[in-house]
């Protein structure tokens, strides 16, 4: 904002209006003391002459009787040729008659008409001056000085002498004076123009800076070289211009690196800000990644490994340390030799330190700022940590879900309908998805293919593998092969497409109703529970498997055996996985075998549904509150 009247006019016309006063002044007095001064020296010299002329007497016999009156006559003839400004002189005696008189023709009578009166009488003339009446242009002055003879004053010298001289000296005088004053007036004029430009030049200057302030930029440091009141406000200016520069600095670092997404755009980003200060002169940082490794971040997007005696640099308890105290420092950082580390710490571990190198020197107001804004770029660091953990489990989390939806289509959408035959069955996995497994497929209108398998592992690796199994047992069973023949062709399959530690236990076979027998395989899985309603007991079925993928088929068509039981009405078969007997309580027991045999004789004889309702809630009461740790599935088979 520009001032209508600024400061310096101010002050300059506040100079002038008093040199102006001033100098009226001092040319008033000036003037007044030159002319009384050239006055007196006009009468000193007429005085002088005057008693020149009186001291005549004193050459002369005593008394007034023996005065040589032509002698004064004579002597001030002479003395009227020397003075040009003398308009007489003349001696009275002490009757007052004149006894001596001369004149010059500078003055001139006139009569009553107006005529010049060529011959003037002395006495005329003397009574005309004293009288102030003749007719004259010009100033004068009478002088007198007594004729004495010791104390008898016996005449008296008369001299009137002209002001002309005087004035033109007066008149020269006041010019001289008048012109200098005016001289001086204008050379104050310029004067005061340039120092009051000088003067107000420091706060034309911090005028200017506050005006950037205001106007939302911040000014470098001002200088006015000066040690007086306004050098120690341009000093207070320079420290409150660094410290809003600094604030403004760190509020626009701590929204514009929270808007920043990745680790090198938060990285880019400090770098940007530090490497614009006006001090800095070179910048870098030093990133730890998860192995241990440092990186040097020199310019952006740029990141140069660091030899491997890169060891941590000790911080002490300042905050920061010195470059130059690193021992064993990387030679990339070599070019810092004078600068200063800043550590950029998180609640677990420094994560990275900023090294900057200064042009001059850095003040304890740069080690604050750099202080501050590596709090806040470790605060942006942990936040991208958590935002990408956050991501990965969100993308994990759409990833479970999709796997769990697939997992449900997996499975059959509805319990078969055979004659004579009841059916249930029921999945609950631990996680969103898991490697737990069955199938109830029908072959015809009295055969049921029957399988309930344990994928090794849990998540969505073991629902791939539960997919995988699904694809080929459909596939073989649609083609009506023998179980021995479905068994080898899975082992193939998991054998040689999946990694060795991937391998599935299971129990399948196929129910026919009309013959009344159960033709199963296990393949290293659970027992199958078999109540007998004719003995009333529950017996388990535990013919010798090996998991399916854990070998090649040379060696796998041997270790396993195909049997078969005959069933008659009320007898119920129990397919489970291993989630259901290693379920365990706070106490970290297991629900175990014999618990499972036991709540499964007492409601053998109900529906298969509630069977299976049944078991389930008798797990969930042992375990109290204690979480599910892994799948359980379960097929129950009654014989109506």
């Known amino acids: 904002m520009k001032t209508r009247f600024p400061i310096s006019l101010k002050i300059a016309l506040m100079v002038i209006v008093f040199i102006f006063i001033t100098m009226a002044f001092t040319t008033f007095f000036r003037i007044r003391k030159d002319e009384s001064f050239l006055e007196g020296l006009f009468v000193e010299r007429t005085e002088r002459v005057a008693k020149m002329v009186a001291a005549i007497r004193s050459v002369q016999p005593a008394g007034e009787e023996q005065v040589d009156w032509l002698l004064f006559q004579d002597y001030i003839d002479t003395i009227i040729n020397y003075f040009n400004d003398i308009i007489y002189i003349a001696i009275t005696n002490s009757q007052?008659?004149?006894?001596?008189?001369?004149?010059?023709?500078?003055?001139?009578?006139?009569?009553?008409?107006?005529?010049?009166?060529?011959?003037?009488?002395?006495?005329?003339?003397?009574?005309?001056?004293?009288?102030?009446?003749?007719?004259?242009?010009?100033?004068?002055?009478?002088?007198?000085?007594?004729?004495?003879?010791?104390?008898?004053?016996?005449?008296?010298?008369?001299?009137?002498?002209?002001?002309?001289?005087?004035?033109?000296?007066?008149?020269?005088?006041?010019?001289?004076?008048?012109?200098?004053?005016?001289?001086?007036?204008?050379?104050?004029?310029?004067?005061?123009?340039?120092?009051?430009?000088?003067?107000?030049?420091?706060?034309?200057?911090?005028?200017?800076?506050?005006?950037?302030?205001?106007?939302?930029?911040?000014p470098d440091a001002i200088s006015v070289g000066s040690k007086d009141e306004i050098g120690i406000l341009a000093d207070n200016f320079n420290i409150m211009n660094k410290g809003l520069y600094h604030k403004s600095l760190i509020e626009s670092f701590s929204y514009q690196i929270s808007q920043r997404k990745g680790l090198q755009g938060i990285l880019d980003l400090t770098l940007e800000k530090v490497a614009a200060l006006q001090q800095v002169r070179k910048c870098a940082i030093l990133y730890q990644d998860t192995d241990g490794f440092f990186y040097v971040t020199r310019s952006f997007a740029t990141r140069i490994p660091m030899a491997r005696p890169a060891t941590p640099f000790h911080v002490q308890g300042a905050g920061y340390g010195r470059v130059a105290d690193w021992h064993n420092r990387?030679?990339?950082?070599?070019?810092?030799?004078?600068?200063?580390?800043?550590?950029?710490?998180?609640?677990?571990?420094?994560?990275?330190?900023?090294?900057?190198?200064?042009?001059?020197?850095?003040?304890?107001?740069?080690?604050?700022?750099?202080?501050?804004?590596?709090?806040?770029?470790?605060?942006?660091?942990?936040?991208?940590?958590?935002?990408?953990?956050?991501?990965?489990?969100?993308?994990?989390?759409?990833?479970?879900?999709?796997?769990?939806?697939?997992?449900?289509?997996?499975?059959?959408?509805?319990?078969?309908?055979?004659?004579?035959?009841?059916?249930?069955?029921?999945?609950?996995?631990?996680?969103?998805?898991?490697?737990?497994?069955?199938?109830?497929?029908?072959?015809?209108?009295?055969?049921?293919?029957?399988?309930?398998?344990?994928?090794?592992?849990?998540?969505?690796?073991?629902?791939?593998?539960?997919?995988?199994?699904?694809?080929?047992?459909?596939?073989?069973?649609?083609?009506?092969?023998?179980?021995?023949?479905?068994?080898?062709?899975?082992?193939?399959?998991?054998y040689t497409h999946t990694p060795k530690d991937i391998f599935v236990s299971m129990i399948f076979g196929v129910l026919d109703t009309r013959a009344a027998t159960f033709s199963y395989i296990r393949a290293g899985h659970c027992p199958v529970l078999y109540y007998t309603a004719q003995d009333n007991q529950v017996m388990e079925l535990v013919p010798p498997g090996m998991a399916v993928g854990a070998v090649d088929n040379q060696q796998y068509h041997n270790t396993f055996r195909l049997d078969t039981i005959s069933l008659r009405g009320g007898d119920c078969l129990l397919l489970y996985t291993d989630g259901v007997t290693e379920a365990m309580n706070q106490a970290l027991e297991e629900y175990g075998s014999a618990r499972l045999q036991e709540c499964f004789f007492r409601r053998c004889r109900q529906e298969a549904a509630a069977i299976i309702n049944g078991i389930y809630s008798d797990i969930s009461r042992f375990r109290g509150g204690y979480a599910q740790s892994d799948d359980i599935a379960m097929v129950c088979l009654r014989i109506r």
């Open 96 to 218: 007052n008659s004149i006894k001596a008189f001369t004149a010059s023709d500078i003055v001139q009578l006139s009569d009553e008409r107006g005529n010049p009166i060529l011959n003037i009488e002395p006495q005329l003339l003397i009574n005309a001056l004293e009288e102030r009446q003749a007719d004259v242009s010009i100033d004068y002055k009478i002088i007198k000085v007594n004729v004495t003879d010791f104390d008898t004053v016996l005449g008296t010298v008369s001299i009137c002498y002209s002001k002309i001289q005087i004035n033109h000296q007066r008149y020269e005088t006041r010019v001289r004076t008048i012109l200098l004053s005016v001289v001086m007036v204008l050379l104050g004029i310029v004067i005061s123009f340039f120092y009051s430009r000088q003067f107000t030049r420091n706060i034309a200057i911090l005028t200017n800076a506050v005006n950037e302030i205001s106007s939302g930029r911040f």
């Open 330 to 494: 990387p030679i990339t950082l070599n070019a810092f030799a004078n600068g200063l580390i800043f550590p950029v710490e998180t609640r677990e571990r420094v994560v990275a330190y900023l090294v900057v190198a200064p042009k001059t020197h850095f003040d304890k107001d740069d080690i604050s700022l750099f202080r501050s804004l590596c709090l806040r770029l470790s605060m942006a660091i942990e936040n991208d940590r958590l935002n990408q953990t956050i991501l990965k489990q969100e993308v994990y989390k759409r990833e479970l879900e999709i796997a769990s939806r697939v997992q449900r289509r997996l499975l059959p959408k509805q319990e078969p309908r055979l004659a004579g035959l009841d059916v249930a069955s029921r999945l609950i996995t631990a996680r969103e998805v898991g490697g737990d497994y069955y199938d109830l497929i029908t072959l015809d209108d009295h055969r049921l293919f029957v399988l309930i398998s344990d994928v090794s592992g849990k998540g969505t690796s073991a629902s791939f593998y539960m997919a995988l199994l699904k694809g080929v047992v459909v596939t073989l069973t649609a083609q009506a092969f023998a179980p021995e023949h479905i068994l080898r062709q899975l082992n193939e399959v998991f």
